[in-house]
């Protein structure tokens, strides 16, 4: 029987998604999800469906979501492709720009999704080695078909330096997939150099910010013939009627995105202190989750008695990353209780 399925998905290690347990109670902080819910208009919008609008397809072309986000990055609607998440998007490139003899490049540690496309694709992945402060590695830009830069980070939390970005996306040979899943929270993006060069195209997410990522939708933004490659190989219907009128009516609402990741980033200054007090060294945060290593304690150790108490916050075994833990800012009860199942003291 094994003989029916290819030899590389045979040997794969699938993409391990953080836990969604159905338990009641627990404290969340594992799946970097927004612990406020999204903008009224969404509700609004599902409500105006009626039970007979599903018995229609969806738009294919998302063409709502496009003049929305074309309008809030100043992009005509043929330089925005709409995806069923993020993640479908990423995977599309990997067949859209990436030949059989191909290489998919990424940083390490990035988003472990990436090798597992590379997998899949079934390419050379090629990791670029981040250095010990997970900052921007030093060396010459590496040859390739296609890179995820995911900006800021995740799991590490930084946020690379746009000068440098774009330098590196200039030398690059292949295309540049810049993944802003988490930019709402940070200082800075690279959102114009979708625009500026002709291998660059920058993913966005609503699942993050915008307190979305029960619907699943992303979008890309670059130039018209990248997108346009997008377009001949996806689904013929991938975003769903549904998503389609939430993701509208939310991304209509960047006002009440930017009220929400002001009280996460506030609360994201305070849990990052409070932790420091608490004997963890914490790498400066552009996301919505820091990047803490516990100094008194192995990593694992943390997460395990954490997860006991019925808080759970995400442990990455592996040379790069088994000295932290990633901790998703939730809300600041929730931040209040995992802060009390915490020894006070460094020397603790």
Avoid at 42 to 71: F, K, N, S, W
């Amino acid at each position: 029987m094994t003989g029916r399925i290819r030899q590389n998905v045979r040997g794969l290690t699938a993409y391990t998604p953080g836990e969604q347990p159905r338990q009641s109670g627990l404290v969340k902080l594992n799946t970097n999800e927004n612990p406020y819910p999204p903008s009224p208009r969404v509700a609004e919008a599902l409500a105006r469906l009626e039970p007979g609008d599903l018995r229609r397809y969806p738009d294919p072309t998302c063409a709502e979501i496009r003049e929305i986000a074309g309008r809030l990055h100043g992009v005509s609607p043929d330089r925005v492709f709409v995806a069923n998440g993020s993640d479908e998007a990423l995977a599309l490139c990997t067949r859209a720009f990436v030949e059989d003899d191909g290489t998919i490049g990424y940083f390490d540690p990035s988003y472990s999704l990436y090798p597992v496309l590379a997998a899949i694709r079934n390419v050379l992945g090629v990791a670029v080695p981040l250095p010990a402060d997970f900052g921007w590695p030093e060396g010459p830009v590496p040859d390739g078909s296609l890179f995820f830069l995911c900006n800021p980070n995740a799991p590490t939390s930084r946020l690379f330096p746009k000068d440098v970005v774009e330098r590196f996306c200039a030398a690059y040979p292949g295309v540049v997939l810049i993944d802003e899943a988490y930019v709402d929270f940070a200082a800075g993006h690279c959102m114009d150099l979708a625009v500026t060069l002709p291998n660059v195209i920058v993913l966005r997410t609503l699942s993050k910010a915008y307190s979305l990522a029960g619907i699943r939708l992303g979008y890309v933004v670059g130039p018209a013939d990248l997108i346009g490659a997008l377009f001949k190989i996806k689904d013929s219907y991938n975003v769903n009627r549904l998503t389609q009128a939430a993701a509208a009516a939310a991304l209509s609402d960047a006002a009440y995105m930017r009220r929400n990741v002001a009280r996460i980033r506030a609360t994201r200054a305070r849990l990052g202190d409070e932790l420091g007090r608490r004997g963890f060294e914490v790498v400066p945060s552009e996301t919505n989750f820091l990047w803490a290593r516990p100094r008194r304690e192995a990593a694992r150790a943390v997460y395990e008695q954490l997860k006991a108490l019925g808080i759970l916050v995400r442990y990455f075994p592996g040379a790069r990353t088994g000295d932290f833990v990633r901790i998703t800012v939730g809300s600041d009860e929730e931040i209040d209780r995992l802060l009390a199942a915490l020894p006070e003291g460094k020397d603790t």
